[in-house]
């Protein structure tokens, strides 16, 4: 495998489905080496190019998963020889809980006749209050990612992009807390949450 598939599956994997220039942007690359590392990746029947309506991009096949879960493996197996990952993992959870529960409290104000009303975001004091959270969050973060990227340097940049989506959140773009089509803070926080389940080999509930 060359130098330039390995952030490139990894990429696929944190999106999910994206384009080339997306995909390029996650794994650090210029496009036209992402492009030719996808092309091989594709050849070796680790990624499909598929379409939905006008959409088009790249997702990992099985054989993909499952090798660039082997490929993770190796890279802890050399950095995390004393298990550090696992308790930094384990400062995660709770912090992921905070998480959810802010971007609930994003979509959703509760009121006397309605538990599950939309939030319209006319009571500053409620939004005020999340963004609060998000803040705080975001300090957590930072100390979080520095652990990670101590133990894995790839982990760097997850705590700077939380922190520009929550900067345009609180300057009145709405989107940029939970929005899936933009680099917002809940995009950002479910990518890495991800990263951390592949490199670990686990799945999201633990298992």
Known sequence: MSSTQVPVLHAVRLLGFADTPEVAIRARLPVQEAATALADAEARGWLQHTGFADLYGWSLTDAGRTEGERILALERQRADGDGGLDAIYAAFLPLNTRLLRA?????????????????????????????????????????????????????????????????????????????????????????????????????????
């Open 103 to 207: 971007c609930t409290d994003w979509q959703i104000r509760p009121t006397p006749q309605e538990p599950l009303a939309v939030n319209d975001h006319d009571d500053p004091v409620w939004d005020r209050r999340v963004l609060g959270e998000l803040g705080a969050l975001s300090h957590d973060l930072t100390h979080l990612v520095t652990r990670l990227a101590a133990v894995l340097p790839r982990f760097a940049g997850y705590d700077d992009r939380f922190q520009t989506a929550l900067q345009r959140a609180q300057a009145g773009e709405r989107d940029w807390v939970d929005r899936s089509d933009v680099d917002s803070c809940h995009r950002v926080w479910f990518e890495l949450h991800e990263d951390l389940v592949a490199t670990l080999g686990i799945t999201r509930d633990g298992s």
